[in-house]
């Protein structure tokens, strides 16, 4: 039996890439595992729990676009994260072809992943560049943009799958334009761990992580409480399409293609100025 002061404090998302992740680790099913003590909360929070050093938490699912900003607290895990190819954010609007030049965009936080990826994109296309941007919780900007509150809006996760339904059309895919000029694949979330925990635990960590994905891919059914469970009344067909997309050989290691995507984009943001640039070892794992 797993003692309470031993238990991981984590928070992640309720998105259905998450939970599928972490649901053998959380109910106790990863053999010699720490028992975790789960807190959900969106990536805008978990990114702002991370730039606070708050001591309530030790593994944080976090935008890749914050490690600049944490590093020197929290080590990059090689696992557990979400990146993947056709699985970028997308700019919606209500009129297809729309010229975005000094327009308001909506965006869901400007220290996500996406919002790097779509100032890159912006660099790249729109040499006006856009005009307001304003910050709001994702799910409030497709009717935001449906309402013409805001000219455009920038959608993550399972928005992709849904944002016909709002009578909106697909601007520009912020993965696709990545995908393109880089040939990697997009990094989007994150886990992080403090480094004050010591190398033993930090691979300990890593290890429970990987083995709670093979579990989870080896058996997706017991999955599938706790992903519904947490999925916001999301269609369970657009859950495992969600799952599918973004829980992929990226989330069980990194690997060489995967450091590649997070540098690539890391140092191609700190070159525009939207970042502080990374140490040599920032992204070295104990």
């Not at 990194?254 to 943001?269: S, V």
Request: net charge negative; with cysteine; glycine share 10%.
């Amino acid at each position: 039996m797993t003692h309470p002061e031993a238990d991981l404090r984590i928070a992640f998302s309720p998105c259905p890439n998450d939970t599928f992740v972490f649901d053998a680790w959380a109910h106790g099913r990863v053999p010699g595992a720490p028992a975790l003590d789960v807190t959900f909360a969106d990536i805008d929070i978990t990114n702002g729990v991370a730039e606070r050093r708050d001591p309530a938490f030790d593994v944080l699912k976090v935008s890749y676009a914050v490690l600049p900003y944490v590093l020197d607290d929290y080590a990059l895990l090689p696992c557990g994260g979400a990146l993947g190819r056709g699985c970028g954010p997308l700019v919606l609007t209500r009129e297809p072809g729309v010229d975005l030049t000094g327009r308001t965009v909506a965006v869901p936080s400007e220290k996500s992943t996406a919002y790097l990826l779509f100032r890159l994109w912006t660099a790249d296309v729109l040499p006006g560049g856009v005009g307001e941007i304003v910050v709001m919780p994702f799910d409030e900007i497709m009717p935001a943009v449906r309402d013409g509150k805001v000219d455009a809006g920038l959608v993550i996760h399972e928005a992709r799958f849904t944002y016909q339904n709002y009578g909106l059309h697909s601007l520009a895919d912020m993965g696709e334009h990545w995908e393109s000029t880089t040939g990697l694949p997009i990094p989007l979330g994150a886990i992080i761990a403090k480094r004050s925990l010591g190398g033993d635990r930090l691979r300990q960590i890593a290890d429970a992580v990987r083995t709670s994905v093979r579990m989870a891919w080896d058996d997706p059914q017991a999955s599938r409480p706790y992903v519904l469970e947490h999925a916001q009344e999301m269609d369970p067909s657009v859950a495992d399409q969600h799952i599918g997309l973004y829980v992929n050989e990226f989330t069980a290691d990194l690997g060489e293609n995967g450091y590649a995507a997070i540098r690539g984009l890391l140092t191609r943001a700190a070159a525009e100025g939207l970042v502080p640039a990374l140490s040599p070892n920032a992204l070295s794992f104990p």
